[in-house]
């Protein structure tokens, strides 16, 4: 048979000499039962024959599906969101899903703007990062999976971290184990014998960041003679070198500063090198993700580890497994402590 472009259900009936709906059933895999294992062999070799394509398009506006989900982001330009986007989407390509970006305000108070018309026609699913589940806004129908955002979405009780009261929305969670990570930071800085330790926060309304500053605080205050400053910042290196300096300019300077990013970290650097102090004899500085920058800077940050691209990984499969009705239970991936050259006991006398 001579085709001219590409070829239809209709010619593959016809290379067949079986009927449209034959074809439609062979080749969506709901034949057993209702067409012979012989005619369904012919209707695959001739679909075969033909170099025939079953239009996925048309097939997923029949089942009501786009066999696309939506990954909210805070920002496209911190690098830690690239390795979520590859994880989850290296598993939604093994199912068949594409996987859509959009990013959502850091200073978001409200329910996020959809980049849809219809949002519940253009999606089948949400993967929601770092972000509280209230501002999920018009997509509160859509299944969703939220990633490091914390237990506020799954717990009717409180996050001791956070200190705040939380709603029971029923919305599975995969998270990263950030106040553990926080705490093994803590607890290498306090064996290293530091005890006046400067925390460099991120200025930015996350369970993430609460989480960090609730563990270090409670970690610092276990200790005796522990003392804990903190100073707030953007997440950016301009901002982070100020709020650094602030520490570092004040009384009982900390020998000591832990960063909520590693980018901040950076910062930290050139607030303590514009002040003649070096890193890490007179002054140990942590960071916390391990991007590539942790390597690049000098000395290597010590940091925790996130396993960015496996929480889009695990997200991805929770999500799947909802809208495949099942009940995806809560995820907590742990961190790794990640000890380099920027952190060293305190110098003597300083402690």
Known sequence: MSLVGRPTSKDVAHEAGVSQSTVSLVLGGKWRGRVSPATAHSVRGAAERLGYRPNQAARNLRLGTTRTVLLMVPTLTAPFFGPVYTGAARVAARHGFGVVVSTWPDDAAGPADSPFAAPDEAIDGILASSMAVETLGRFRETPAVMLDSGPAARSGGSVAAAGV???????????????????????????????????????????????RAGALAAAVAALPGGRLTRSTCAIDVTSAKEAAGRLLDGPDRPTALVCDDDLIAAGAYKAARARGLDVPSDLSVTGFDDVLLAIALEPELTTVRLPAEELGAQGMTALLDLLAGGRPAPRVLPGELIVRDSTAAPAAGTG
């Open 165 to 211: 009261p939380t709603v029971d929305f029923g919305v599975p969670t995969v998270d990263f184990g950030v106040a553990d990570g926080m705490r093994a930071i803590a607890g290498h800085l306090t064996g290293l014998g530091h005890r006046r330790i400067g925390h460099v926060a991120a200025a930015v309304d996350q369970w993430t960041f609460h989480a």
